[in-house]
DNA sequence: ACGTTTTGTGAAACACGGCTAACTTTTAGG
DNA sequence: CCTAAAAGTTAGCCGTGTTTCACAAAACGT
């Protein structure tokens, strides 16, 4: 199955939370997202199914594959998150605006964007949101 | 009710086809979005309920409530398409992907967004997608 | 004026992604 | 240990927005 908006959000939190924290845990990933931790069990399931995720005993982890398309959503979080802040937007409304922003575009399109305009550094998930 | 992202593009199919056609029957806003008559039907008792559009014998017109939020959204575009095409996207995937962006923003990250990067001028509907 | 084609609507179903509630399993404190 | 709290799962529901299929209503050609 294609990865849908969501399931991007989800493998995102995951890479962000990781880099935090070493471990995640679905709970971890509710509180992150403001969701309920029946809503990320469903899709920790799916995700699993699609390859995307491990769920451990105790943790889950992203693949090589969900790993992969966590970093890309995190690069273009990022990137818009920048943008918006650059142009006026405040930190929290450019954060959650960028959430949006960052599945619209294809792989090409980003890149293609992202040479016009720039700002191609990433942001260490460790601090803030 | 607010208005959701698939209710912004059926208000802007409208106001484009109007534009280029005069009248504008739901069976055009089916083509237009790719999507089923009974689709639009449903949409449009809806969006009618909440004020946009008023549904003639046989046509859709948009109320004054509609085109407002219309015109922003075919600015928004032509903005977003703009950009991508500057970028080096290729008109068409540019034109799909806009779609998506179109309905990231606040109307304020946007005004901001633009008076960053300029590009204001707003393509005529008339003529392409 | 009639029948055909086009257009619009209604009902039922589905996918998705969220929720609550009830339950099970794990973890951890005393 | 053993129990209480925390974490995870399962089942069932809801809202949104689609679809298909059947049907109603208009429009149109001859």
New interface residues.
Partial sequence: MALRESGEDYLESIYVLSERQGIVRSIDVAEYLGVTKASVSKAMATLENSGYVEMGKRDVHLTERGLEVARQMWERHCFFVR??E????SAD??SQ?GC??E????E??FE??R???GRDEVTDPTPGA
Same sequence: chains 1, 2.
């Fill in positions: 943008l918006l650059e142009a006026g937007v409304v450019a605006e949006h922003m599945h619209c575009l294809s090409e399109s293609k964007l040479a016009m305009l």
